[in-house]
Nanobody
Framework: QLEFVESGGGLVQPGGSLRLSCEASGFTLDYYAIGWFRQAPGKEREGVSCISKGRGRTHYADSVKGRFTISRDNAKNTVYLQMNSLKPEDTGVYYC??????????????????WGQGTQVTVSS
């Protein structure tokens, strides 16, 4: 059974940084695309970033380009989301998810079907 443990969320001031981790168990991470999503209060869940299987092609939402970096460590079966220059609008519950795309792609966010439990990120002064 595919499971994730997300960690690294917390309270940070605007302009600060956090690194989220998504550790997988029950499957080999490299065979799946992994996405990070967030859901702010009263808003729909949105795809923030993702990384493909294989060569690790990445994709970022326009709202986080240049500030967030996604990476994977296959030896640790973990995907990371480094978040810099955080803004109050980055606040939300962040989830990681997986999907076994046939190709090295990841940005079809509606296709993800295995989900973690989420970690809260709050950006506030």
């Amino acid at each position: 059974q595919l499971e994730f443990v997300e960690s690294g969320g917390g309270l940070v001031q605007p302009g600060g940084s956090l690194r989220l981790s998504c550790e997988a168990s029950g499957f080999t991470l490299d065979y799946y695309a992994i996405g990070w999503f967030r859901q702010a209060p009263g808003k729909e869940r949105e795809g923030v970033s993702c990384i493909s299987k294989g060569r690790g092609r990445t994709h970022y939402a326009d709202s986080v380009k240049g500030r967030f970096t996604i990476s994977r460590d296959n030896a640790k079966n973990t995907v990371y989301l480094q978040m810099n220059s955080l803004k109050p609008e980055d606040t939300g519950v962040y989830y990681c998810a997986a999907h076994a795309f046939r190709q090295e792609m990841c940005d079809m966010f509606d296709e993800y079907d295995y989900w973690g439990q989420g970690t809260q990120v709050t950006v506030s002064s």
